[in-house]
């Protein structure tokens, strides 16, 4: 009786050691979520609005109950140099699976080097890419009183950043918006809190298929 219950036992061992990979990979494979760093500037740090009323804040809000978190990065006034310099720590403290790009207004509104700018953002993008992370790229825009040959080289840049990464380059998130003077501030350049739950719905069409795990 003993050496039956004993074979009983080592053979329900073995079936459990056996069954415990497959466990495991269900295990994580039901746990799988997505994680979306915002490196941006102003435009979705919010800007003269509660954090509450920011699109990046009303987007979380959103995806409450769905796989996908948003960390929003993004601060006011960032330029291309300053994303840079911050970014191997955001990737070491949030571990994103990918990393939503909106950089480069700053530099552009500030005459830098549109060659520094594509330098910057090509390496914003190799380290995401190191890190794991999948990167999606947003174009922006400066207003046409840069001259044409800065604002094409300004546009262009985001172009050839993507094409030279394989990543996915976004059209400017605020071209209809910014035309129309109600759902813009004061200054012209920053959408007001109007425009934010349109600009949140716009993203979370838009991110959510390049995002969902």
């Known amino acids: 009786m003993f050496n039956l219950i ?3 036992l080592r053979k329900r061992a073995k079936v459990m050691l056996f069954l415990l990979p497959v466990l495991l990979v269900s295990d994580q494979l039901w746990a799988k979520s997505s994680k979306l760093l915002i490196l941006g500037d102003s435009l979705s740090a919010g800007y003269g609005l509660t954090q509450a009323q920011s699109w990046v804040s009303l987007l ?3 995806w409450q109950k769905s796989d996908i978190t948003v960390v929003n990065a993004a601060i006011s006034g960032e330029t291309t140099d300053g994303a840079l310099a911050r970014l191997p720590r955001l990737l070491d403290q949030h571990s994103p699976s990918h990393v939503f790009v909106e950089l480069g207004g700053n530099d552009g509104l500030q005459g830098h080097s549109i060659a520094k700018m594509r330098s ?3 390496k914003i993008v190799e380290l995401s890419q190191s890190s794991g992370a999948t990167v999606i790229l947003q174009e922006m825009q400066i ?7 800065y604002t094409e080289l300004f546009t262009g840049a985001y172009t050839a950043v993507a094409h030279n990464h394989n990543v996915v380059l976004l059209p400017f998130f605020l071209a209809d918006i910014a035309l129309k003077s109600d759902l813009m501030q004061a200054d012209g350049i920053h959408p007001n809190a109007k425009a934010q739950p349109i600009i949140a719905e716009s993203m979370a069409q838009t991110l959510q298929p390049l995002v969902a795990p």
């Open 143 to 149: 207003p046409p009183n840069y001259g044409r040959r």
């Open 120 to 122: 910057n953002l090509s």
């Open 60 to 62: 979380q809000d959103a």
């Open 6 to 8: 004993s074979n009983s």
